[in-house]
């Protein structure tokens, strides 16, 4: 595909230099309708990016938008804060109907600011409120947010130091399989947690993300995902599930952590819960955690009503009947066929291959090569990023709805990257 150059000067000449995506995929994008995105000169670009999993229904996706259509035409309420609304309460009614109850999960939930970084904040908070304790422990690689409270329990280096103040009461702990199996799991938290010398405040809290999508697609066992719940269950600490990326379906199920059978005492949706990708975040927890005082944490937009609209239609057109966990699952095994492939092609160059539904990510041993493909593949018509540490892993985040042949097409995009690479 030739590339023309696109009229970038009015982003240049007046946004900041924080952009960042744009300047990995030079282009101004002008439609996107499902998999598919449009940039103004009339090149077409297959996406396995999703908005960074805000739309795991596609770009525009009808039904949504027809919900969304006939909400605003009859003038429903755009902008409620935390007033009573129909659109909340159809959302509110859906959720637990469709979500919730088939679960057996009892969540209060709470609508904090629109984004992932709102409800986890809010999570956070919570749990030190509860708990009377300041310290949470997260993991190695983690990533919840770029406001300071989740800046604290992030691992990344570059992005803990934007916030240019010491980032406190947070303590990490060994995601899984840190040290390539050698270490028995949690040895070193168990004996921080026992021994009253080690300089261990007492846990209000641990967050972890099933799928670490920022830290490089770093996949927890549900055996370790058992222990850690029976670990904070024991230690009195509160289990945080960051579901924020991986959550609405992403790995499988609804909700990430369902293929483990635990029940984390505090959940943060945020991403694609809003379906049509607008801003919309939720922070689930146990009843008796409900301990808030009326306007004890606000915010002006979180009661986002389209977004509940397109919420709505999103749970009732694609949870009520079971069937997108197992599609889901199924184009995941097509993904993962595909990637094993490449990986035995090229078996010194590819570190690993690893994911869960449809999210996958492929790790290079040098560490440069993942940019190089995600920058050929945006050549070749294939919007991929790069995530991990050191930008090292290819990451693959294709819309739950992409069809097969939609797979087969970014797939063999995604083949003949790594060729070019070489």
């Known amino acids: ?25 030079p282009a101004v994008f002008d439609r996107a309708q499902g998999s598919r995105m449009f940039d103004e000169d009339g090149h077409v670009y297959l996406d396995f990016f999703s908005g960074a999993g805000a739309l795991n ?15 605003l035409e009859r003038d429903g309420v755009t902008h409620g804060l935390d007033m009573s609304t129909t659109a909340k309460r159809a959302f509110l009614e859906s959720f637990d109907e469709v979500i919730l109850k088939p679960r057996s999960l009892d969540y209060k939930v709470m609508f904090p600011g629109p984004t992932g970084t709102n409800a986890v904040e809010a999570a956070l908070k919570l749990a030190r409120k509860a708990k009377g304790r300041e310290s949470i422990v997260s993991f190695t690689n983690a990533f919840h947010g770029m406001s300071l409270g989740s800046l ?39 004996r921080l947690l026992e021994d009253s010398g080690s300089g261990l405040n007492h846990p209000a809290a641990v967050i972890v993300e099933t799928v670490q999508g920022e830290g490089g697609i770093n996949v927890a066992r549900p055996e370790w995902l058992r222990a850690l719940a029976d670990l904070c269950e024991r230690r009195d600490m509160l289990l945080i599930v960051d579901d924020i990326q991986m959550g609405c379906g992403r790995t499988g199920p609804f909700f990430s952590f ?17 379906g049509y990708g607008m801003p919309m975040s939720l922070t689930l927890f146990k009843p008796e955690l409900d301990l808030w005082e ?3 944490h606000n915010g002006t937009f979180r009661g986002n009503n389209p977004a509940f609209v397109t919420a709505t239609a999103a749970l009732d057109t694609y949870w ?15 993904v993962e066929q595909a990637l094993r492939t490449i990986a035995a092609e090229h078996s010194s160059e590819v570190v690993e291959h690893r994911g869960r539904g449809l999210v996958w990510g ?7 090569r993942a940019a190089k493909v995600s920058a050929r593949a945006f050549e ?20 739950l709805t992409t069809t097969p042949e939609e797979l087969d097409e970014g797939l063999r995009i995604l083949t003949r990257a790594v060729r070019d690479t070489v």
Not at 152 to 179: C, E, Q, S, W
Not at 362 to 368: G, P, R, T, Y
């Open 258 to 274: 369902e293929e483990a059978g635990i029940t984390p005492d505090i959940v943060t949706l945020s991403k694609s819960i809003g």
């Open 362 to 368: 492929l790790e290079f041993a040098d560490k440069a």
């Open 380 to 399: 070749l018509g294939l919007l991929i990023e790069t995530s991990g540490p050191e930008s090292e892993v290819v990451k693959l985040l294709p819309a």
């Open 152 to 190: 604290a329990v992030t691992g990344n280096a570059f992005k803990r130091a934007g916030a240019g103040i010491p980032l406190v009461h947070g303590t990490p702990m060994p995601f899984d399989n840190y040290f390539d199996g050698k270490v028995p799991d949690f040895l070193w938290f168990e």
């Open 294 to 296: 009326p306007g004890e």
């Open 57 to 71: 229904y596609g770009h525009n996706n009808p039904v949504l938008k027809r919900a969304l259509l006939d909400y």
């Open 1 to 25: 595909m030739t590339i023309t150059p696109p009229a970038t000067a009015v982003f240049e000449t007046l946004e900041s230099e924080v952009r960042s995506y744009c300047r990995s995929w």
């Open 320 to 334: 009520a009947d079971g069937q997108m966990e197992k599609q889901t699952l199924a184009r995941g095994e097509q």
